[in-house]
């Protein structure tokens, strides 16, 4: 069974989210013949990465006061420390994450995405390292078993992997999916937001149940 995952590297609840599905998989018995394939998403795509506080930014584009997005951060922060991710308030900054995108495609050509991917958002929520810099991309890449020289190749041709990260996007609205974190089951089966590890249990046993019927 196939589970394909829409996320973006910015977004806080696709961070907890894959941390409550990865509990929700771990419980689910047929967890071995499962294939996870992450799919890219980018909330902000016309984004320039500056120093912009990322508390201030989304609170301006969601008319939101830097209070009540203070609050909606320790919401998330809460529920990622509670599957033992960690999270930082305050420190991150605004940025656009194609580029990145464009790194994880190649790492999965290598059979290295979820190394970086889980790197990347390490660094973005846990640390609070800016992951628009190209130093950390390059960091990340190499922490994450990438040849160095090919990494910075890819950051360096603006086209390399672009035509991957487009794709994603386009399958993702060919399935009207409009926000993340965004979970598809062998292309059956739609999960939308940062649901409880139960949950994505409850849908791998349905959607494997389903799959033998049919």
């Not at 033992?84 to 190649?106: A, E, K, M, P, S």
């Not at 929520?125 to 950390?136: G, K, N, P």
């Not at 035509?163 to 386009?170: C, F, G, K, P, T």
Request: charged share 25%; hydrophobic share 45%; with cysteine.
């Amino acid at each position: 069974m196939r589970v394909e995952i829409w996320a973006d590297i910015a977004c806080p609840w696709c961070y907890v989210a894959k941390g409550r599905f990865e509990e929700g998989l771990a419980a689910f018995p047929h967890r071995e013949q499962v294939e996870v394939v992450h799919r890219s998403f980018e909330l902000n795509p016309q984004a320039e990465n500056g120093s912009v506080p990322i508390i201030d930014a989304v609170a301006a584009q969601y008319g939101r006061t830097r209070e009540q997005q203070i609050e909606r951060e320790e919401q998330a922060a809460a529920m990622a420390r509670a599957v033992g991710l960690g999270f930082r308030i305050g420190g991150r900054v605004f940025g656009n994450t194609f580029d990145l995108h464009r790194l994880i495609h190649f790492a999965k050509t290598k059979g290295l995405q979820a190394e970086l991917l889980d790197l990347a958002f390490k660094a973005n929520f846990a640390e609070e390292r800016s992951v628009y810099d190209r130093r950390t991309q390059l960091g990340l890449a190499v922490e994450a078993g990438l040849d160095e020289e090919e990494a910075r190749a890819v950051l360096d041709d603006p086209v390399a992997y672009a035509l991957d990260v487009r794709a994603d996007e386009q399958a993702a609205a060919d399935l009207g999916v409009t926000g993340v974190p965004f979970f598809v089951l062998d292309r059956r089966y739609g999960v939308n937001g940062a649901q409880s590890s139960e949950t994505f249990t409850r849908t791998l046993e349905q959607a494997w149940q389903d799959r033998a019927a049919a």
